[in-house]
């Protein structure tokens, strides 16, 4: 009997803002993004781990940032 786990990150959408972007140097939506790491046992969650990160992420380019 073989027994699956490991780890897991799940993004969670949290809304959209319009904001200058630094890496292509234009006023772009930008998507809030909540990242969580979770165990997971059989490809299913079980328990989240670590610390979640909110990040902010451009839709045009994708450069990503962490919101503190």
Same mark, same amino acid.
């Given at each position: 009997?073989?027994?699956? /786990?490991?780890?897991?990150?799940?993004?969670?959408?949290?809304?959209?803002? #319009?904001?200058?972007?630094? #890496?292509?140097? @234009?006023?772009?939506?930008?998507?809030?993004?909540?990242?969580?790491?979770?165990?997971?046992?059989? /490809?299913?969650?079980? /328990?989240?781990?670590?610390? @979640? @990160?909110?990040?902010?992420?451009?839709?045009?380019?994708?450069?990503?940032?962490?919101?503190?």
């Amino acid at each position: 009997m073989f027994i699956l /786990f490991g780890v897991k990150t799940i993004n969670k959408s949290k809304g959209q803002r #319009n904001e200058f972007c630094p #890496n292509c140097k @234009k006023e772009t939506m930008h998507s809030i993004i909540l990242r969580k790491k979770y165990f997971d046992l059989f /490809f299913i969650p079980i /328990f989240p781990i670590g610390r @979640k @990160k909110m990040i902010n992420k451009c839709n045009l380019c994708g450069y990503s940032t962490l919101i503190n």
